[in-house]
């Protein structure tokens, strides 16, 4: 990305100039590359939860969202929920389909490629015997999953291919969940 | 779980009955336990895209939620965004909280293990260099994530710990991110 050249437009809906700018003021203050991202979750009952995402750091200071997102999660009748929102897995799927788009659609703007459309498809497998500790072979996470994107950009074939890439290579997600991250669980009396 | 009493009530808001059904027809059955869990996305402009949850595969037949359900992703502004919505790392965070959260709860449940309220916060540390390829040293994932759990119930101190073990030791999310999920990626031309 340093040896791209510079476009004094906006790209993919993304304004590249200011994307150029962040990178030259994280060359000069490394430490505004640094950012914490949070959220507080707060169960209601069964299958049903709530996160808020409020606040996060980034750019040495503490910054806030407009107003706090409000994510709620549940699980299918199968699963024995009440289906009014989206399960856990699910969101997890969605965290990548967007990371990756969003990397993607971020990068090629940064190399002066121009996308019209995007869209993904993505399915993970998971077998309950795990979760339910049936079967102490079988993890509880997803076995596999799989993106297909499909892409609408005046590209030959062989760079559509490269544009692609240039999601799996950046997303924090896809890394955070290709390469495993360390998490740390603690707990105290409420 | 095999070895748990079973119980004729609801507990945690888990009909504990249905879950031990479950088991059950899963052993009789095993091809019951399978699911494969989808989402599609869009893309919308710049940093904006949206995930639409509607179809499942689940005990051995086609599923779907009784509504499609609609998850935005966008940016705050200092990342380029128009910050419309919750980013696809804090979905991520939301995931894990989610799914920590329904696991501890589902499988105290199966215990006979009553929870009377459960919040937590978690943080999460992404350094932009490795996304914008500044360190190829720096990962673009989270580097760490912290999770702390607070927990009312009428429990000793130590059986607070294994309330909050539950959780981390059973769900697919955090085995999904700790321990890494192979992930494929294949793009074709809208």
Redesign the interface.
């Known amino acids: 990305?340093?040896t791209a050249k510079r476009f004094s437009t906006v790209i993919?809906?993304?304004?590249v100039d200011?994307?150029f700018t962040?990178?030259d003021a994280?060359?000069a203050t490394?430490a505004?590359?640094?950012?914490?991202?949070?959220?507080?979750?707060?169960?209601?009952?069964?299958?049903?939860?709530h996160?808020t995402?409020d606040n996060?750091y980034?750019?040495t200071q503490e910054?806030s969202?407009?107003k706090p997102?409000v994510?709620e999660?549940d699980?299918?009748a199968?699963?024995?929920g009440k289906?009014i929102?989206?399960?856990?897995?699910?969101?997890?799927?969605?965290?990548?389909?967007?990371?990756?788009?969003?990397?993607m659609?971020?990068h090629a703007a940064a190399r002066g490629i121009h996308?019209a459309?995007?869209?993904?498809?993505?399915?993970?497998?998971?077998?309950?015997?795990?979760?339910?500790?049936?079967d102490k072979n079988v993890?509880?996470?997803?076995?596999?999953?799989?993106?297909?994107?499909?892409?609408?950009a005046d590209v030959p074939?062989e760079q559509?291919?490269e544009?692609?890439?240039l999601?799996?290579a950046?997303?924090?997600?896809?890394?955070?969940?290709?390469?495993?991250?360390?998490?740390?669980?603690?707990?105290?009396?409420?």
């Open positions: 990305m340093a993919n809906g993304v304004m200011d994307l962040t990178i994280i060359k490394p505004i590359a640094k950012f914490k991202f949070r959220i507080r979750n707060q169960w209601e009952s069964g299958s049903r939860n996160s995402v996060f980034g750019a910054l969202h407009p997102f994510l999660a699980e299918p199968i699963l024995l289906d929102a989206a399960n856990p897995v699910e969101y997890l799927l969605h965290a990548l389909a967007s990371c990756l788009t969003t990397s659609v971020y996308i459309e995007v869209e993904s498809s993505l399915e993970g497998d998971i077998d309950l015997h795990g979760f339910l500790e049936l993890r509880q996470g997803f076995q596999g999953i799989r993106v297909n994107f499909k892409i609408k074939d559509l291919q544009i692609a890439k999601g799996s950046h997303s924090p997600v896809f890394d955070s969940l290709t390469n495993g991250v360390p998490v740390s669980v603690t707990a105290q009396r409420m």
